[in-house]
């Protein structure tokens, strides 16, 4: 069992940075692939990076790819989502989840609560 809490969110301007963390709970955390996600209003969920149990491979969505950095800490059991030249269409609520490895909700067992970044034009 893992439980999961993320903060870090809030409001920023376009072209600001913030850095999102996902905090774990549960010895087999570092077990785990760890995604984070986002949701717009109005939209689906979708993909935005994901970190492998090692950290040593990471994968992002096009979107995103050259301005998010994804990152994980295994003996602080915390993930990280350096999110730089934010945009708008950034705004979303972020999850972080762990799981195996995939693009794709139904891949991910544990999800957080999320937390909410606003980028403002």
């Known amino acids: 069992q893992v439980q999961l809490v993320e903060s870090g969110g809030g409001l920023v301007q376009a072209g600001g940075s913030l850095r999102l963390s996902c905090a774990a709970s549960?010895?087999?955390?570092?077990?785990?692939?760890i995604g984070w996600f986002r949701q717009a209003p109005g939209k689906e969920r979708e993909f935005v990076a994901a970190?492998?149990?090692?950290?040593?491979?990471?994968y992002y969505a096009d979107s995103v790819k050259g301005r998010f950095t994804i990152s994980r800490d295994n003996a602080k059991n915390t993930v990280y989502l350096q999110m730089n030249s934010l945009k708008p269409e950034d705004t979303a609520v972020y999850y972080c989840?762990?799981?195996?490895?995939?693009?794709?909700?139904?891949?991910?067992?544990?999800w957080g609560q999320g937390t909410q970044v606003t980028v403002s034009s």
């Open positions: 989840a762990a799981g195996d490895f995939g693009v794709r909700d139904e891949k991910y067992d544990y």
């Open positions: 549960g010895r087999t955390f570092s077990r785990y692939v």
């Open positions: 970190v492998s149990w090692s950290g040593g491979s990471t």
